[in-house]
């Protein structure tokens, strides 16, 4: 039977990145992964585009992911309205001594660098096409068995296998399940115009509407709305959509034209609150989901990794007790407020009632002329949230 000191099941983004910064620290490391290694075929590894933070952007050039040949397009400035009443903040990088905030990157083209980087890092094994059906822990081990069959052996089991973690299920570890009823419809357009370094976040009653910048001046468009009001959409010829697009974000960008092709995801919040068992710990959707308004999700995973790297490197053996306490603790406060603050975000100002729209108005306005409060929770949205990881600093 084949031994590892750390597996994963699940090569998605935030496996596929977990399993790159552990071999590079020296460790044998499996990766169990359904989807063929294809990114067109991986559907963690589409067409969504994601807004990557500073933090994000540290960890990932740390781990050597983030080559000059990966398109990103730089975010210098945000701006947030709310459709019919007063709030608006505008953020720019250069007010909070930053270069940039971020960068939108295709999760398809971050799919490919992480694909190449599993291929050529010594250390890991992929096994793949496979699942993984099951396994059991025993005093110094994980056995793990594959649906077709095959057994391999592990000191830590790592799931980062998404949302609907079977890993965590096995493993029993207690998680909380919130159905928002809200669907994420994902397709680009061309504006009028649109400065090419500004992402637009617009709140409206139906939901949030972001818009994020994409090389060659298209922009991407993360459309929100109740599920069956996504279904409708997704049917509508383009010339609809670009008219329903028009009406909903206003005329700031001088209307749209050309849109692309329509993904639809459903809304979930997932919080696992002691992400850690008997050798087993659960990273990225595995552990948490969070609603895509404040474009999170995929950097709170990548600062599991680099915490879940940076405490390993004090243990020798990957699933001690000791260790796995220490990655839960490490990462609790910003997992927790990371999940605190994307569900406020997403209740309230979807939230019918005229006072808890009044009172997000209101908290707009006061980021807005507060700059401590501003400054917070810029740091807070660019990943640097305490305790921040080695990684996530960056060589400065
Ligand atoms: C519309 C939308 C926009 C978003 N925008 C942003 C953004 O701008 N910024 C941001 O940070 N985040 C964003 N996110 C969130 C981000 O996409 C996710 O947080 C991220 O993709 C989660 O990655 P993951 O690897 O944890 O999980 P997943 O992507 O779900 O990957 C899980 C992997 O596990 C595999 N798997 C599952 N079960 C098994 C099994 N039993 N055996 C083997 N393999 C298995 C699956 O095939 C898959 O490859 C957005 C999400 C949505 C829906």
Redesign the pocket.
Known sequence: MSEFDVIF?????????AAVGLAHAGRRVAV????ERQANH????DD??????AA?LNILAGLGLLPARLARTPVRRIRITRAGGFGLLELRAADYQREQFGA?IV?RELGNVLLEAMHNTPGITEL?P????TFTVESDHVRVR??DGNRVRTRLLVG????????RQIAGLASRHHDYGQS???FNVRPGRAPADTAWERFTPQGPL?L?PQPEGRLGV?W?DASPAVDRAMNWDDDTLIGHLNRRFGPALGGFSRPGKR?R?P?VQQRTPRPVGERVAV?????N??H?VS????????RDVAGLVEVLQRHDDPGCAAALSAYAERRQPDQEATVRYTDTLARAFTNPSLLARTGAGLGLAAHAIIPGLSRRLVQAAMGFREPVSQLARGPA
């Open positions: 099941a699940g090569g998605g983004l935030v496996g596929a990145a169990i992964e359904a989807a991986q559907p963690s590894y969504r585009t994601l807004v990557i933070n994000s939108v999760a793949c496979a699942t993984l059906e594959l649906g980062a296998d998404g949302t609907r973690s079977m890993v994420a419809m994902i972001a994020l993360v929100i993904a995801y809304l990273i990225g959707n595995a552990a989901s969070v895509p474009a999170q999700g995929f950097n709170l995973g990548l």
